[in-house]
Structures are given as C-alpha cells and as structure tokens.
C-alpha cells in the first residue's frame, strides 16, 4: 500500500509523504511484498505459504491437490505434477490423488508469465517469434506431450487466459527461412488428430524483432502500410477482432510515436509495448500449416517490402495493396503467402 520515492522518502497511495522513522512507529513492512501496513491491521496483497510458512504474495502461490497455496520454491522441492490432470502431489505421493496414472517432474505447461531467455535460430538480425493458441480436448496433458515432443528445445508451453481449456506454443526466435526449414510442421496435424482445435477466441500472435529494421522511418512505412490495408490485412489474418488485436484511427495516427520508440496498448494490431520485439496480433490461429506459414510470410514481407519503400514510389502506389502483391509474386521465398493471396482474389 506503499512505495518508496527516493527523493522524499515513504509516498501513501493517496499521495501523502511519510519519512522513515514516522511510518516505522505506526507500520509494519510486509517480508513478503514489502508494503507497509499498519500494525493492527495485515497485508492484504499476501497469504502465508502452507510449506514455509512464509508470506507471499497471492500472485505468486500456487494451490496443491490438497488445496494449499503453496509458493514456487516450495513447489519445486516437494511437489510433482501429474501429467493427466496437471495437479500437484506432494512428492510423498507415488500416484496422483485424482486416480492418474501420469507422474513428472517436467512441467509441461508454464504460468502466462514465464519467459526464459531467448535462444535465437537462424540468421538475423530479423527474427520471428510464434506464440499459436490451440483448445484441447479432455486429455490436455497428452496433447502437451505431443506438443514438447515435437518442439524439444525450439519452444514450450504456457497457460493463456483467452484459452481456459488448452494452452499457448511459444517458440524461440527464428528467422524465417530457418522456421520454414526447421519448424516441426507435422506437429500441427498430430495436434489436430489428437483432438485439438482453434476457434474466435485463440490467435496467432507474431512476433518480429525490432533490430530487424533499418530505423525508425522503416518502422514507420511499415506501420503505414499495415494500418493502409487493414481490410486485405483482416482477410489475410482470417479473424478481426476487436477486443484482442483492434485496428483503431488512434493508433494509425501514433505510428510516428509508436515508430520512436514510445509504447502504445496491448490489445492492438500491432503490439508495440515490448522493449525488443513488434508483436503482430491480428492472425487467427489455426493447426493448417499453410496458415501458419502464411502469417509468417506476410510478417517478413511487409518488413522487407517496406525497407526499400522510397517516397517516388509511395507517390506511384507504393503503398496500396496491388503493388505489395506484384512484389510477392516475383519472390518464391514469399509462396505460402502468394498461395493465400491468390485464394482470397479467387474469392473475391
């Protein structure tokens, strides 16, 4: 409830300056989440650890198969988790308590906070990084077998809240040609026959290193140019969604900001509150590998079709649609995106 300004001391939430010695008469410090709290009252951000006993905040506890909030240290010495059911054990427990058979000590499936270092693949400096949201049918675990068995140390597994009943693949960054020649694509249609499925509610968020462009006036261009097509965009991404990847003029008219370095709003077309990466949201996800390879191609493409994108040729209609698709038609490195072009003036 209470944070530390260095220049003044000990500032309330409600704007009041204490000094030191004042709030330690009248307060206590919380060990766990170092808020200040007044003696006769507890904090109200953290709960007591069922294994040390120690309090921790309640974001940080996970809660047992025996209903205990547990914290990850204590998580990890004494606990596994079943495979089946994702439960945690006490490790006194040979079997799961729900009836499972499955027992490891490998987590599979990671909180939505996780983040390891990243381990680049392939070339750069442009890299891709795929985050694909799938449902899974009853038997999550074996389709998170199924998932790390592919992905091995390309990528893992996290929970997503937009997907209660399934889980997010994340991968490592890759650069583009690496990802069409090394990606495990038939991990895809081992998902899909294991019962997995995509709907409205999961995306396939892209995300394209912000070393990979030139300065800010490419990023610049490149933002114009998505944000000018947005309806060949949509149709590309086979979803508009309003709540989770949102066009909005706002942003179109920020792209000078945005392209300097400042951070807008998650939940955007293009993500840009990530210190090193630009996060293309706008896709559907989907378990068809020429989905997923066309959403990747139209990432790099744009970036590259952008790079050389010189004012004459932005007064010649360089930045409308049918000029960026006589491009893709002349670069092979581009055809699961040319393939998907083709289909949607097909449909038209």
Known sequence: MYRLDFAAGIRTLDGQLRCYECITQTHTQCPGCYHW?????????CLTCCGC????????????????DVCWTCLERSYWQCLGCFAWN??????CRNGCDNRSDLI????????????????????LGVELEIHTPHDTGNCAEIAMDHLGSLGYLKNDASVSDGFEIVTHPMSYTWALDNFPWDMLAKLEDAGCSTSEDTGLHVHVSRAGFDSPCHVFRWMKFIYRNRSQVIRLA???????????????HAVKHYAK????????????????????RVFASSLDMGDVQAALALAVASIEYTRQLSVPRIFTGGWQ????????????????LHRQMQAMACAC
Do not use: Q
């Open 321 to 336: 649609w049918p000029a960026f698709a006589a491009w893709v038609d002349t670069r092979i490195a581009y055809a699961p």
């Open 90 to 95: 006490s490790d006194n427990d040979s079997r």
């Open 261 to 280: 370095g400042a951070h807008g709003e998650r939940y955007r077309a293009i993500n840009t509150g990530n210190d090193d990466t630009f996060e293309i």
């Open 238 to 252: 086979r979803r508009s969604s309003a709540h989770w990847a949102d066009f909005t003029d706002a942003d179109r």
């Open 108 to 127: 599979l499936i990671y909180d939505h906070d996780y983040k390891p270092e990243p381990e680049f693949h392939g070339k750069g400096p442009l890299h």
């Open 53 to 68: 006993n120690e309090p921790t905040p309640s974001d940080d506890l996970t809660t047992t198969i025996d209903s205990d």
């Open 37 to 45: 709290y007044p003696r006769n009252g507890s904090c109200d951000d």
